[in-house]
């Protein structure tokens, strides 16, 4: 009996993969531990090893394969003594299950429909408009009811489908709504049906009231409403013909969307900024890169950067005030033992956060070491998922670049984000006389569910008092 392969869960959250690159080819022997494909995460390009052994009888999904369901059949292995040229892929193996046939529901009002026939209450195109007719067209109603259109035939007892503007017009001019022909999505009578009517003289009058009622009040106009997001079609539909070229969205593209659009609507942020000098901090790292020693291909032993002390003293911050070190876990708080700090990481076309585990642990050579490998290795997505999830706060430093200062978005589930600008030398007072210093402006994005306002500005006083006497992190 052949062994299935089937499409591995590469990591926790993993839903869907693509399949990039089958590395054996049918009729290949396969042992176990044999690398044989490469399957593209959202972040990742991951390496599958065989489990059995036998011959590759069946490649099931291609390579190329985008979007491959986890759990589903990518491949079969003839066993031992089985032959491989009787083996297939059972039948529609690869593709999603056909959908199981299901009534037809009524179907929605077209915005199209709708957009032709604007009420006086609304602007054509507004989603308040749509959404009435949502709203009405949704009601329960019986199946005799649901099949017949407005019209004459209606009874007195039975509903009648109006816009609002069209019952209002109906009820001034004195004629019965029931007896109007609707032709709005389902039948509905709109404003205009009411006015033909009027001019034609078809409708029936009114029933006349049993007293003298007051004049109705004027309608007013509809509370503005956000429209809901614009599709590709509307978005292309708003630039010239060829005055644009479109770039599809890979897994990561798309990953970074959702989980910003998420942090950003569910994740109440508050920011906090300070200048830290770094005068001390550089004329330290100037020494400890000329103590370097030499490797055997004559290159510097290490070099550190600025950014390799803003991540050491920030781990050491957060163990010295332990509640900001916390993670958002919906019904309770996760306080973390160690400081696990992300570093970003920017690649074509993303960005990858690699985890420093353990960072209060490690000197500021062995953080240099480690975050220069992890830059490396994602450049080129060979990152570890284990390697990029995780955490409880994260560096973002565009100082690189001239940035002075900026605020970043925090990643879930981390509780805080430090967001690192360019040094610069600037004119301040000391001892009551102008002096130039070297500074650098932080600024501290904070999950306010996990870090309350005094929380982060303890967090950042103790990680400035760090970067402006950087001994301390060496003892």
């Keep these: 009996m052949p062994i299935n392969i089937l499409m591995p869960a590469l990591s926790p959250t993993m839903e869907k993969g693509n399949l990039a690159k089958w590395l054996k080819k049918e009729g290949d022997t396969v042992k176990s531990g044999d690398v044989i494909a490469e399957i593209e995460t959202d972040k990742a390009t991951m390496e599958v090893e065989a489990v059995d052994e036998g011959i590759l009888a069946k490649i099931v999904v291609p390579e190329g394969t985008a979007d491959v369901p986890v759990n589903q059949l990518i491949a079969l292995i003839a066993s031992e003594g089985e032959d491989p040229k009787s083996v297939t892929a059972p039948a529609a193996a690869g593709a999603a299950p056909a959908p199981a046939p299901k009534a037809e529901p009524a179907p929605a009002p077209a ?18 408009a749509h959404m009435s007719y949502a709203r009405v067209d949704q009601a329960p109603a019986g199946p005799a009811q649901a099949a017949k259109p407005n019209g004459a035939g209606q009874g007195a007892g039975s509903r009648v489908f109006a816009s609002p503007l069209a019952k209002r017009i109906a009820r001034e001019a004195g004629i019965d ?8 999505p389902h039948g509905r009578i709109v404003e205009k049906d009411v006015r033909t009517a009027l001019q034609g003289g078809g409708a029936k009058p009114a029933a006349a009231p049993a007293a003298a009622a007051a004049p109705a009040p004027a309608a007013k106009p509809a509370a503005p409403q956000l429209a809901p997001s614009m599709g590709a079609d509307q978005v292309k539909a708003m630039f010239e013909a060829g005055s644009y070229e479109e770039v599809p969205l890979d897994g990561m593209r798309k990953t970074i969307a959702k989980r910003l659009v998420e942090s950003k609507q569910t994740v109440p942020h508050f920011y906090l900024s300070l200048d830290c000098e770094l005068d001390a901090l550089m004329a330290l790292r100037e020494q400890i890169n000329n103590a370097a020693g030499k490797d055997k291909d004559g290159n510097p032993a290490y070099k550190l950067s600025v950014n390799d002390f803003v991540i050491k003293a920030l781990a050491i911050a957060l163990q010295r005030v332990p509640a900001a070190n916390s993670v958002w876990a919906e019904d309770r708080i996760l306080r973390m033992k160690h400081s696990d700090v992300g570093v970003a990481v920017a690649i074509e076309g993303g960005l990858f956060t690699p985890v420093v585990r353990k960072a209060e642990q490690k000197t500021l050579t062995a953080i240099s070491a480690e975050v220069k490998d992890m830059a490396g290795r994602a450049r080129n997505r060979r990152l570890k998922p284990e390697e990029y999830t995780g955490g409880s706060t994260a560096v973002s430093n565009l100082g690189m670049y001239g940035i002075k200062d900026f605020q970043a978005v925090i990643n879930p589930p981390h509780g805080t984000i430090l967001a690192v600008g360019a040094g610069e030398s600037r004119v301040v007072v000391k001892n009551g006389a102008p002096a130039v210093v070297q500074a650098m402006t932080v600024t501290l994005s904070c999950d306010h569910r996990v870090v309350d306002g005094a929380l982060g500005a303890e967090l950042l006083a103790a990680f400035k008092q760090l970067i402006e006497n950087p001994m301390g992190m060496l003892v």
């Design 111 to 128: 915005v199209p429909a709708a957009a032709s026939q604007p009420q006086a209450n609304t602007v054509p195109g507004d989603a308040s």
């Design 177 to 184: 709504i029931g007896s109007v022909q609707g032709s709005g």
